[in-house]
């Protein structure tokens, strides 16, 4: 089975801290990919990365920024957090064929303070 | 452009009703489309895809899907809820250049007893 794991479930942080989500998938996915999700606005995709060291601006990258140093290995980082940065972060990760089945993480729910 | 639009952002059924949450898509493509399911506190899971292959398709569970092109409608069943069904539930497709799903608002599955 595909596994998709985040470094943490719940978080909390003040404005204004550096913060880093940290996604790891043991399934040699070439593509990799953040979203963000609000209650009634659904998933929204924040970056995605189809290699190392490569990435994409999703819908909403304002605010982030991300790092894929290892294949199996995609960080997200809140350069200096804000309240309306509180939200469920999902990661989720997908083969570079033309499958486009996406597998998710479990979520970290980040508080902004 | 590709969009995804959920019907509905809270059903509600008694146990032993069928169940139906409803998908419409716009695709300037061929259309992958997929349902997931989240369950609370934890990430997406996949209910099933449709890939261009059969039009009705079967998940996991016993929820199946039907793609009609000419109603560009991906509705979402189940001939008998079950409680463990409750959660959220959302449809998505594929974007045009392939690297991502763009996902609906999501439908709340409410099961009653």
């Known amino acids: 089975d595909v596994k998709v794991t985040q470094s943490s479930r719940y978080l909390v942080k003040r404005t204004g801290e550096k913060v880093f989500l940290e996604c790891v998938q043991d399934m040699d996915h070439e593509n990799m990919f953040w979203y963000r999700q609000d209650p009634g606005l659904g998933l929204r995709l924040i970056y995605f990365s189809y290699d190392v060291k490569m990435k994409e601006k999703g819908d909403i990258p304002e605010g982030y920024s991300v790092s894929r140093e290892k294949k199996e290995r995609f960080s997200l980082i809140l350069e200096s957090a804000s309240t309306n940065q509180t939200s469920m972060y999902l990661c989720a990760s997908r083969t570079g064929t033309r499958n486009y089945e996406q597998y998710f993480g479990p979520g970290t729910r980040l508080t902004v303070t | 452009a590709q969009s995804v639009t959920q019907l509905g952002s809270h059903v509600s059924v008694s146990e032993g009703a069928l169940v139906l949450l409803r998908c419409n898509y716009s695709?300037?493509?061929?259309?992958?489309l997929f349902w997931y399911v989240q369950y609370p506190n934890q990430g997406l899971q996949l209910l099933l895809k449709y890939t261009s292959a059969a039009t009705l398709v079967k998940g996991i569970n016993g929820f199946e899907a039907e793609f009609k092109k000419s109603e560009t409608s991906f509705h979402l069943t189940k001939p008998s809820a079950h409680m463990s069904d409750a959660a959220e539930y959302f449809c998505?497709?594929?974007?045009?250049?392939?690297?991502?799903?763009?996902f609906g608002k999501g439908t709340t599955l409410s099961v009653s007893s």
């Open positions: 998505a497709v594929r974007n045009q250049a392939g690297t991502a799903l763009i």
């Open positions: 695709s300037s493509v061929p259309p992958y």
